[in-house]
């Protein structure tokens, strides 16, 4: 069992910036994916990462959003530049040992943290 927290979250305005921080325990060689829900949306893919450090970005994401890891602190990282208020949302963490059909999937990730929310206003 591997618990995940999600931290970071806030109001900003549009333009600004947030770093979320999701802390694993216990770590371990962990494929992490963000996740966002926004208000009466389905959960959709942000971005992930291998344990490696190879990243993958959403489209609407890329170029503003990082995602980073520290292994030996078992924490990945999604630094958000750029904010707009289509990223408002409630921010999840997610992780898994194998990653079977496609990191994209929710369904694919064993792990979830509890959440934390992003408010950008206009």
């Known amino acids: 069992q591997v618990m995940l927290a999600e931290s970071g979250g806030g109001l900003v305005q549009a333009g600004g910036s947030l770093r979320l921080s999701c802390a694993a325990s216990p770590g371990g060689r962990l494929f992490v994916g963000w996740f966002r829900q926004p208000p009466g949306k389905e959960r959709e893919f942000v971005a992930a990462i291998t344990w490696k450090g190879a990243t993958y970005y959403a489209d609407s994401v890329k170029g503003r959003f990082t995602i980073s890891r520290d292994n030996p602190k078992n924490m990945v990282y999604l630094q958000m530049n750029g904010l707009k208020p289509d990223d408002t949302a409630t921010y999840y963490c997610?992780?898994?040992?194998?990653?079977?059909?496609?990191?994209?999937?929710?369904?694919?990730?064993?792990?979830w943290g509890q959440g934390t929310q992003v408010t950008v206003s206009s």
């Open positions: 997610a992780a898994d040992e194998i990653i079977s059909s496609g990191y994209t999937n929710p369904s694919d990730y064993g792990f």
